[in-house]
C-alpha cells in the first residue's frame, strides 16, 4: 500500500517534471498542411515556426500534375530551381531533387492524390526558408516561405517579397468584377482594375460559361438596365434571371477552370417548367435539338428545334426593367402552340397574343407565328 | 583639301560599315524570332492561331475573344466574343470559322459584312460534357475528303461532373475506389470524333489522356499528341486510325458494344495487347512534358529544308519539336528533336500555324499550367541550317541524314555517337521511369559519298525501345556546329528480323 502511494506520487512529480520541461524546451509538434491549388501554386504560401520547433509539413497534392516540396537555405531558392533543371533527363529518377547542401528536406514527387509527410526541426537560426516545387519550370512560379523566429513577425501579406507576386494581394480587387474597368470601393479608395477584355464591354453581351443552375452548355448574357438571364444550350431554354450585375468570371479565368462564374445579384425568375412550350399534341415527348444563335444588335436570338419545328426565342429587358420580354417565333404556322409557367417562378405574365387559362398561354398556329410574354418580377418576389 | 580628307573618311566609314554588314550576314542565324505585340487590355493566353485566305491572322483566347490581326498593319480587331475556352479554329473564308468551344464545335460567321461575327451556329455538340475543367475539346482539322476531325479530351481525376450534364453518364468510364486517374463518364471524352458530310459525329479512335493538338501530313495520316500521366508513361505522337485505342482506359466504354465493364479493372496485359503505341514518344524531361499540335510543314521550302515533316508544340519548355516519320512493318514510327529551342523563344507553346509568306505563327498559353500568352513568329531567314534532316532506321542501325555536308573527320569518329535505349511501363501509375536504360555501342560509321549520310551500325537494335541519340562535335563541311546534339527514335518495329 505505501509503496502503491510513493509510486503514484513518483508518477505524478515525473508527470508534472515533463509539462514544466515541455513549456520550456518546446515539446509540442507543429502540424503544417500544404496542397496544391490551380495555376501552380501551393494552397498555403507561408508559415511561422520557431527556431527548434518540430515541425510535421503533410504535403497532399490533389492538382492533376506531379509535384515535389523542398526546403531550402535562405536565398537558395532560384540556386536550387536552376540546379533541379540542370538535370535534365535525370531529373524523374532524382525527384528532380538535386544534390545541394542548400536543400535542407525535401518532399520526393508526390503523385496526384497522395500525401506525404515530413517531420524536421526547423533550424536554429532565424530567418525566411524558402519551400518550393522543382519540377522543370514550376519554381519560379510555385513556392513559399517559412519564417523561422521567436516572436512570430511576418510581414504584411502585400510587401511579402518571399512569395509569388500574385498571392500578395489577399483581396483581391479584380476578384468583384462585373463589367469592364469596373471600380471597386474599398475602405474609401477607389482601385481601377485590370480590363477583361481589350474593348469596352457594352451590354447585350455574352459569354459561353459554366454556371450552377444550368447544364455546362449555358450562355449568360448580360442586358441593358443591369438585368442578367442564363440560357441553356442543352436544355434549351431560359433557365433563371437576375438583377443588379452580372458575373464575376475571376475564379473562372485565373486557373484551369474547375470553378463555376458566380452571379452578382439577386435572382428574380427561374423556370419551373417542363419545358416552357409544348407544340402540338403537348403530352408526348419533348426532344429539343440546339442550332445556334444570331446577334441582332447585339441581342442573341436563340433557335433550336422542338419535335423538329424550328423555334427562336429572343429576350429583351421588358418596358419598365422590371423584367424581361421574350419574343418567339415559330414559322411553321400549323400547329397549337402552349407556352407554360409555373405559379413559384418568380414573375408574374403578359403576352401579347393568345388566352392564359391555368397558367398556360394557349396560341393558335397563326398567332404562334410571332409572339411575345413580358415577365415582370413579382412584388417581394426575389428567388 | 579638308573637303577631301573628309569625303575620304566618310568612304572609309561607309566601306567599313558595309563589311560589317557583310559578316554579319554570314553569321546570322538560319531562323529569326518575333514577338507580336497584342492589344491592350487582352490577357492573351492563345486557344488557337490561323490565317484567313486574305492573309490576316486569327486567333482565339481564353475569355472567349476571337480577333484578327493584319500584319502588314499591325492592327488588330476584335470578329467574335462570348466563345467557352475556345481551342481550335478551321478557316471556312475570310467571314467564316469553325471554331471548336467547351459545348460545340461552331459556325462562327459575319453575315452581313460589317467585319463582326453575328452568326453562332452549332456545326455539332452531340458528345458529352459534364463540367468536369478538363473536358477541352481540340480541332477541327480537315481531310482531304472535307470530312472533319475533333479530339475530346478525358475528364480530370483531380475534379468531378456537375449535378447537370449533357449527355448520358456511364460510371463505368471511371476507375472504383480512388479518383486519381482521368476519366470518361459522358459520351466520347478520351476520343477523337469524325464528322462527315451528313453532319453525324461518329467515334472514331479511342483510349487519349490529353490530346492537346489534332493535325494531318502531307500523306493524309492524321496524327494527335497525348499527355503524359496516368497510363501515359510519356508524351507521344499518335497516328489516329480508325477504331484504334491509344492507351487510355475510360474512354472504352463508349465503344460500340462493349460488354467488358469496368475498363480499368481489365488485366494490365489485355490492355496492353488492345492499344496501338505512339509513333513517337517525347522522352519526358528529354524532349517534351506537354507536346501539342503537330502542325505539318507545307511551305515547300519557304520555311526552311524541313519540308513535310512535322513541329509539334512543348508548353513546359522553351521548344519547338519537329518530327520526322517513316514507315517500318506497314506502320508509322520515327523520331524527334528539338527544332526551335530558347533564343527569345517562349514556354507554352500551344498552337502553330504557318503564314502565307512560310513564316511559322506560334501562339502561347498556360490556363494554370505552365505556360506564357502572346504570339510569337518565327521566319527562316534563307541560311540553310546545319541539323539533322531525317533519321531513319536499317536492318543494322541507323541512317542520319544532314542538311548540309560534314566534316569528314567528326562526322567518322565514332566516340561522337552515343547511343542509349530505354522504354516506358504501360500502366495506371501517373508517368514512367525509363525502364532497362542501357548504353548501346556504336560498331561502325559510315559516311557517304556526298558527305551528309552517316551510316551507323549498332550492337544490337530491340523493338518497343526509345533510341536515344547524343551527337558530340560534329562540324559540317564549312566548319559550323550542328543545331542541336540530341534525337529520339522511337524503334516500335524492327526492318527485319535479323537481329
Request: hydrophobic residues 35%.
Amino acid at each position: 500500500m505505501r509503496t502503491l502511494k510513493k509510486s503514484i506520487v513518483f508518477f505524478l512529480f515525473f508527470l508534472s517534471i515533463k509539462q514544466i520541461l515541455a513549456g520550456e524546451t518546446i515539446d509540442s509538434v507543429k502540424t503544417v498542411k500544404i496542397d496544391v491549388q490551380v495555376g501552380l501554386q501551393f494552397d498555403l504560401v507561408r508559415f511561422h515556426v520557431k527556431p527548434g520547433e518540430k515541425v510535421k509539413l503533410i504535403f497532399s497534392n490533389s492538382d492533376d500534375m506531379s509535384h515535389n516540396l523542398l526546403i531550402t537555405k535562405p536565398e537558395s531558392r532560384l540556386e536550387i530551381v536552376n540546379e533541379a533543371l540542370q538535370l535534365g533527363e535525370k531529373g524523374p529518377s532524382m525527384d528532380y531533387i538535386p544534390k545541394s547542401a542548400s536543400v535542407l528536406w525535401s518532399i520526393p514527387v508526390v503523385n496526384p492524390n497522395q500525401t506525404q509527410t515530413l517531420n524536421f526541426i526547423a533550424p536554429q537560426q532565424p530567418g525566411v526558408y524558402p519551400y518550393v516545387c522543382t519540377l522543370p519550370g514550376h519554381g519560379f512560379i510555385m513556392f513559399g516561405a517559412m519564417y523561422v523566429n521567436p516572436d512570430g513577425k511576418i510581414p504584411e501579406l502585400k510587401n511579402d517579397l518571399n512569395i509569388p507576386e500574385s498571392r500578395r494581394l489577399d483581396n483581391n480587387p479584380a476578384l468583384s468584377i462585373q463589367h469592364n474597368e469596373h471600380k471597386v470601393n474599398e475602405a474609401n479608395k477607389t482601385t481601377t482594375v485590370k480590363p477583361l477584355h481589350p474593348y469596352k464591354l457594352v451590354s447585350p453581351y455574352l459569354y459561353r460559361v459554366f454556371i450552377e443552375g444550368a447544364s455546362p452548355a449555358a450562355i449568360a448574357v448580360s442586358l441593358p438596365g443591369n438585368l442578367s438571364y442564363c440560357w441553356d444550350a442543352s436544355a434549351c431554354k431560359l433557365r433563371f434571371a437576375w438583377s443588379g450585375g452580372f458575373l464575376d468570371n475571376s475564379e473562372l479565368w485565373k486557373g484551369k477552370g474547375d470553378v463555376l462564374a458566380k452571379v452578382v445579384g439577386a435572382l428574380f425568375f427561374r423556370d419551373k417548367t417542363e419545358f416552357p412550350l409544348s407544340i402540338g399534341n403537348h403530352d408526348g415527348i419533348q426532344v429539343v435539338d440546339y442550332k445556334g444563335y444570331s446577334l441582332i444588335n447585339r441581342y442573341p436570338e436563340f433557335h433550336y428545334t422542338l419535335n423538329g419545328i424550328d423555334v427562336y426565342e429572343l429576350i429583351m429587358p421588358n418596358n419598365d426593367g422590371t423584367g424581361l420580354i421574350r419574343k418567339f417565333r415559330i414559322p411553321d404556322g400549323t400547329k397549337t402552340v402552349w407556352f407554360n409557367t409555373n405559379a413559384t417562378d418568380g414573375v408574374s405574365y403578359i403576352s401579347s397574343v393568345g388566352k392564359w387559362k391555368n397558367g398556360k398561354l394557349k396560341l393558335i398556329s397563326k398567332q404562334a407565328l410571332d409572339f411575345s410574354i413580358t415577365m415582370s418580377r413579382k412584388e417581394g418576389g426575389l428567388l | 583639301m579638308i573637303a577631301k580628307s573628309i569625303i575620304r573618311f566618310l568612304i572609309g566609314i561607309l566601306f567599313f560599315t558595309g563589311m560589317q554588314s557583310l559578316i554579319a550576314q554570314d553569321k546570322k542565324e538560319s531562323y529569326r524570332i518575333e514577338t507580336i505585340p497584342m492589344p491592350e487590355g487582352l490577357t492573351s493566353e492563345t486557344g488557337a492561331v490561323e490565317f484567313f485566305p486574305d492573309g490576316r491572322l486569327v486567333a482565339c483566347f481564353t475569355r472567349g475573344e476571337v480577333m484578327t490581326y493584319e500584319p502588314s498593319t499591325k492592327k488588330w480587331k476584335l470578329f467574335a466574343e462570348g466563345l467557352h475556352d475556345p481551342l481550335g479554329i478551321l478557316v471556312v473564308s475570310n467571314s467564316e470559322l469553325l471554331i471548336i468551344q467547351r459545348p460545340e464545335l461552331t459556325r462562327v460567321k459575319d453575315t452581313d459584312g460589317d467585319g463582326t461575327a453575328d452568326l453562332y451556329e452549332k456545326v455539332t455538340d452531340d458528345f458529352g460534357i459534364s463540367g468536369n475543367y478538363h473536358e477541352f475539346n481540340y480541332g477541327p482539322v480537315k481531310d482531304n475528303n472535307d470530312n472533319l476531325f475533333i479530339a475530346l479530351n478525358s475528364s480530370s481525376g483531380a475534379g468531378n461532373i456537375r449535378p447537370i450534364v449533357r449527355g448520358e453518364i456511364n460510371p463505368l468510364g471511371r476507375e472504383q475506389g480512388s479518383k486519381g486517374q482521368m476519366f470518361s463518364n459522358v459520351p466520347y471524352r478520351g476520343w477523337v470524333m469524325k464528322l462527315s458530310h451528313d453532319g453525324v459525329l461518329k467515334p472514331f479512335a479511342s483510349g487519349f489522356r490529353s490530346p492537346n493538338g489534332i493535325g494531318f501530313d502531307l500523306d493524309g495520316n492524321l496524327f494527335a499528341t497525348d499527355n503524359q500521366g496516368d497510363w501515359i508513361g510519356t508524351s507521344a505522337l499518335h497516328h489516329v486510325q480508325e477504331g484504334k485505342f491509344y492507351g487510355h482506359p475510360g474512354s472504352l466504354v463508349w465503344q460500340n458494344g462493349w460488354n467488358k465493364g469496368n475498363p480499368f479493372l481489365l488485366p494490365l496485359l489485355v490492355l496492353d495487347s488492345m492499344r496501338t503505341r505512339g509513333a513517337v514518344l517525347f522522352p519526358h524531361g528529354i524532349m517534351a512534358n506537354s507536346p501539342t499540335q503537330p502542325l505539318c510543314d507545307r511551305t515547300q521550302g519557304k520555311f526552311g529544308p524541313f519540308s513535310g515533316q512535322l513541329l509539334v508544340g512543348e508548353m513546359n519548355k522553351e521548344r519547338i519539336v519537329r518530327v520526322m516519320l517513316e514507315k517500318v512493318g506497314g506502320e508509322l514510327q520515327g523520331a524527334c528533336l528539338p527544332f526551335f529551342e530558347g533564343n527569345g523563344l517562349r514556354k507554352g507553346n500551344n498552337r502553330l500555324v504557318f503564314a502565307p509568306d512560310g513564316s511559322l505563327w506560334i501562339g502561347q498559353n498556360s490556363h494554370g499550367w505552365l505556360g506564357d500568352q502572346g504570339i510569337q513568329r518565327i521566319a527562316f531567314t534563307g541560311k540553310q541550317p546545319a541539323d539533322i534532316y531525317s533519321m531513319n532506321l536499317t536492318e543494322k542501325g541507323f541512317d542520319l541524314t544532314f542538311t548540309q555536308p560534314l566534316d569528314v573527320s567528326t562526322a567518322t569518329d565514332i566516340v561522337n555517337y552515343k547511343f542509349r535505349h530505354y522504354y516506358y511501363q504501360y500502366h495506371s501509375k501517373y508517368g514512367s521511369d525509363q525502364m532497362d536504360v542501357q548504353n548501346v555501342p556504336v560498331t561502325q560509321v559510315e559516311i557517304s559519298n556526298d558527305r551528309k549520310k552517316i551510316s551507323l551500325t549498332l550492337s544490337s537494335l530491340k523493338a518497343g525501345y526509345v533510341y536515344e541519340l547524343n551527337l558530340g562535335t560534329i562540324k559540317t563541311s564549312n566548319g559550323d556546329d550542328l543545331a542541336n546534339k540530341i534525337i529520339c527514335y522511337t524503334l516500335n518495329k524492327l526492318k527485319t528480323g535479323t537481329f
